[in-house]
């Protein structure tokens, strides 16, 4: 059981949440829990609920709710727990179960630890108890005494933030305070104690100014807003930094957002492996006694690496996660998860650097701050690692080379890795403690087969059920495999199933031979294979042929050269024999053991000539698709689109939808398209891989995946090359010129862009030309070598005008008139952007206005004519808003903001400011830090709006 005050009222039993929904009902059971174990007379429950003003009904109504509660329980096998006693109710909870006792005996322990020197520990049991609220305490229930009571209890809470403040600002852990207090000085600006514990986290972490800003910022808002000075907490921290009496600690500045969750979900059907989980829990520091929380296990304790081995379908992923789940508690800033794909067929396995790269992301670092070598991330994850305690997930992992950089350098982290192979070199290595997953014995194999089919029908065939565990020999995939098809058909014998298994011959899938035939996973899933019809064991076999790690419906469709209509039924019959999973969003996935088996089924079974039909019609589906997708994100590009041949016999491209359908679509799917331009050069289909690294540029660049646009654009460009085609090479060379840019390697993209021009000159395409001049001005302009991006601009107008090229001339135009206006020119910079403007909608390139508004409100903001510049920002912001272009809402957001403050009307800048902050926030974006600091500053200054050297009003 586990009673819950600090959040949601609410009791959980068994995983499932029990039905007490209504508001009284749960200010009846919050008052039972807050007085557990105790008698609560019915007249106390009378004034708690209605105080003075108690209903005619009142009595009645509190016994109608008890008897609800009691009628839940018992659900639970709980009843007994709530007694009738003496006129009044006692609720008996044990004090593990209650999270307000757990939280109130964690804060307790820690006391007693900071009493005795033992201020580590203090702060992990402090940040134990702190990790059980899960929102504002008593939600949910309705009754006089519940806001005071949740009042007292947040008093609690803010009072332990408090407390773990002063312990960690002790021990240093100057950055890991501020990211704990930042969002509870927001809310509780004037409460001292905790703003004090924030400007010594900040100087602490080398933001000494910073720290001044919010001390004149909170002592105005005492003085003005309760008529008093700051007191004596407070005041002496704003004297301690003034004297510097708090040491730097260098940290990585990253912005705030919440803990990384990405276990996936806990497996529903998981029985059994009482040894395996008796074992991993023993790798773990024992917890004190009455908490729930663990630690850290005390200073000098090394990072814990468990390496669970086993065969494939043994059940490694389904224990790991399933343990991971029962100890994320004591993990509480976050949950990371990977699925290394190291035993996948293409031998695409996720590479140590996309890994680290997604972590990142995760732990909220900017992609421009991600470094671009595979140490400099590895560093960077064990930085970020390095004063919080997470747990790390590394699935299905190759060896010890792919685990190696993705592990944390400090204690405080778990790390759980699951492969097929024994991970010897870790163990030895990095002190990884092995476990090795053997097959389920008989019972929990029983057990497994019994939950999923039912007992009644288990206990009524137990010999039968004895049969097929023997036959399955123990393995989990083959048992689920099994389950699956008897629960499909309730009114076959399970003697019968076991006589199919006993007489089965063995297939292909050597990997995963037992030695013995009737024990093979071959048999099972040929088996599964033989029950399908000729249609879907088509597809089944083509699924094969898919470089995952997933596909949705129109893919598949096409990959079998059916109408989706006719491909929904099969894939309907392919998941309900545990052939194919599909997720929430209507992707479907396979198990890489049954990739294998489907793989080698399609190569035994289709010709060349099918196989290769299918794999054509596959990219042919993307490469529409992703043309189609790229076209909706940016119609007005200045690189205008390879053209394509018409798709195929039997493909299907989907319908085309908007700007938003076009991010999600790529979103979803730029991994596979990313697996596709390999797949594509690797069977020789080289005008597919590079027109198709091509399609996904705009997006990978727009997204911040600039290693991915690399990797993809350095395979086109070798697709390319091989061909002889000079347009391939000239789009690939132009996307990795875009990605170097944004990584900082100017040199290597200038050397692109020339390459650019050389090829655009043998084409004779002077478009072309024109269009990488201007992605030189853009290195240059990013370099700060403003007069020489000029240069480059005029040349690619010169060609525009000359190919009579309006969409380009009025980008060229409005980028010379953002950098004359940076130069100080407003002339120049005036004209370039109106006559920008103008050709921007008589082409309707709404995109391309809203940039230029933008332009002409940074033009207006400098010459001080602040209300004309806010009302350009106006113009564009509203583009900006229909067309769903997030980052560039956004930054005219933050401009807009200077241009209200510079006019006078600062509340109308700090709305603007923190509607930019938003976004930026959401999109994890670096650029947050200026609305941030305009935000935080206690007098802000009158600054040039978009005032950032790296700034630029558009993209090549």
Not at 189 to 195: G, K, Q, S
Not at 378 to 392: E, P, Q
Not at 863 to 874: F, K, S, T, V
Not at 930 to 950: E, F, Q
Request: aromatic letters at 6%; one cysteine or more.
């Amino acid at each position: 059981m586990r009673w819950s005050l600090l959040g949601p009222v609410q009791v959980t039993a068994g995983g499932r949440v029990l039905p007490i929904d209504r508001p009284q009902q749960r200010a009846v059971l919050a008052l039972l829990l807050l007085n557990a174990d105790r008698l609560v007379p019915l007249g106390q429950f009378v004034s708690a609920l209605w105080a003075d003003e108690p209903p005619a009904s009142a009595r009645t109504q509190v016994q109608v709710c008890v008897s609800r509660i009691r009628a839940a329980l018992r659900e639970a096998g709980a009843a007994d727990l709530l007694t009738t006693q003496g006129g009044g109710y006692r609720l008996t909870v044990r004090g593990t179960e209650l999270d307000l006792a757990e939280f109130s005996g964690a804060v307790e322990r820690a006391g007693a630890e900071e009493a005795a020197g033992r201020r580590a520990e203090a702060a992990r049991l402090l940040r134990d108890g702190l990790a059980v609220w899960r929102g504002p305490a008593l939600a949910g229930a309705a009754g006089a005494f519940v806001d005071a009571a949740a009042a007292g209890l947040e008093e609690q809470r803010l009072l332990a933030y408090e407390r773990l403040a002063a312990v960690e600002l002790g021990l240093g852990r100057f950055a890991a305070t501020a990211r704990t207090l930042r969002p509870l000085v927001t809310e509780h600006p004037l409460r001292e104690p905790l703003v004090a514990g924030y400007l010594l986290a900040l100087a602490g972490c080398g933001q000494r100014a910073a720290a001044l800003r919010l001390y004149a910022a909170t002592r105005r808002h005492l003085v003005d807003e309760l008529g008093v000075e700051p007191g004596p907490e407070l005041s002496g921290a704003h004297l301690r930094v003034l004297r510097e009496r708090t040491p730097a600690e260098p940290a990585p500045a990253e912005p705030a957002g919440p803990p990384p969750a990405q276990l996936p979900g806990d497996p529903a059907w998981f029985t059994g492996r009482t040894a395996a989980l008796r074992q991993l829990d023993g790798l773990l520091p024992a917890e004190p006694a009455g908490a729930v929380g663990g630690g850290e296990g005390g200073p000098g304790r090394a990072v814990v690496i468990s390496a669970i081995a086993g065969t494939a379908g043994v059940g490694k992923t389904t224990l790991a996660v399933h343990w991971a789940h029962r100890v994320a508690h004591r993990y509480p800033d976050g949950q990371l998860y990977v699925n290394l794909r190291g035993f996948d067929l293409d031998g695409r396995a996720v590479s140590p650097g996309e890994a680290l790269r997604g972590f990142l992301e995760a732990l909220h670092v900017p992609s421009q701050r991600v470094p671009t070598d595979l140490p400099g991330q590895a560093a960077l994850f064990r930085t970020l690692l390095a004063a919080r305690r997470v747990l790390v997930l590394l699935d299905n992992a190759r060896d010890d080379e792919q685990v190696r950089p993705l592990l944390p350098g400090s204690s405080g982290s778990l790390v759980v890795v699951t492969s097929r192979n024994r991970l010897t070199g870790l163990v030895i290595n990095a002190g990884a403690h092995p476990v090795t997953l053997d097959l389920l014995p008989p019972a929990e194999a029983r057990e497994l087969l019994a939950a999923r089919l039912g007992r009644g029908r288990a206990v009524r065939e137990t010999a039968a059920l004895d049969e097929i565990v023997r036959r399955c020999a123990g393995l989990p995939l083959a048992l689920a495999v099994v389950a699956a098809h008897a629960v499909g058909q309730p009114a076959v014998p399970l003697a019968a199933l076991a006589s199919e298994l006993r007489n089965a011959e063995p297939d292909r899938l050597s990997a995963l031979a037992t030695g013995d035939p009737g024990t093979d996973v071959r048999a099972v899933f040929s088996w599964s294979y033989r029950a399908l019809d000729a249609d879907s064991a088509r597809l089944f076999r083509l699924f094969g042929l898919h470089p995952g790690p997933d596909a949705g419906r129109a893919a598949v469709a096409s990959l079998a050269g059916l109408p989706p209509a006719r491909v929904g039924p099969l894939l309907a019959d392919l998941t309900r024999a545990n052939l194919l999973t599909e997720r929430a969003d209507g992707r479907y996935a396979m198990h890489d053991l049954l990739r294998a088996y489907a793989s080698e089924l399609c190569h035994g079974t289709d010709s060349e000539t099918e196989r290769t039909a299918a794999r054509r019609r596959l990219l042919d589906h993307y490469l529409h698709a992703s043309h189609a997708a790229d076209q909706l994100l940016d119609p007005y590009r200045l690189a205008r689109p390879a053209a394509l041949p018409p798709p195929g016999p039997g493909v299907t491209v989907g319908d085309r939808a908007d700007h938003a359908w076009a991010t999600a679509w790529f979103a979803a799917e730029h991994h596979v398209l990313l697996a596709c331009v390999e797949q594509a050069a690797g069977t020789g289909l080289d005008r597919h891989a590079w027109t198709l690294a091509a399609t996904l540029t705009t997006y990978l660049d727009r997204s911040g995946h600039w290693p991915e646009l690399a990797a993809a654009q350095r395979t086109a460009l070798a697709a390319a090359l091989r061909r002889g085609d000079l347009a391939g090479q000239a789009l690939a060379h132009r996307g990795l010129a875009i990605a170097c840019t944004w990584s900082g390697e100017h040199e290597a993209a200038h050397r692109h862009y020339r390459r650019d021009l050389e090829l655009y000159g043998e084409l004779g395409d002077d478009t072309g030309r024109a269009h990488t001049h201007l992605g030189v001005s853009w290195v240059l302009a990013r370099q700060g070598r403003l007069r020489t991006a000029l240069d480059e601009t005029r040349l690619a107008l010169d060609l525009y005008r000359a190919a009579d090229y309006r969409v380009g001339q009025a980008k060229a135009l409005n980028n010379l008139g953002w950098m004359h206006a940076r130069l100080g020119e407003p002339g120049p910079a005036l004209h370039c952007c109106q006559a920008a403007l103008r050709l921007h909608e008589e082409t309707g390139d709404r995109h391309g206005a809203a940039l230029t508004w933008d332009s002409l409100g940074y033009v207006r903001h400098g010459l001080g004519d602040h209300d004309r510049a806010a009302d350009c920002y106006r113009r564009a912001l509203a583009l900006h808003r229909e067309l769903g272009d997030r980052y560039d809402e956004a930054e005219v957001l933050d401009n807009l903001g200077d241009s209200l403050r510079a006019a006078g009307d600062l509340d109308a800048a700090r709305r603007a400011w923190r509607e930019a902050l938003t976004i930026f926030d959401e999109l994890r974006h670096p650029d947050a830090d200026r609305p941030r600091l305009k935000l935080a500053a206690p007098a802000v200054p009158v600054t040039s709006a978009g005032d950032d050297d790296t700034a630029w009003a558009g993209r090549p």
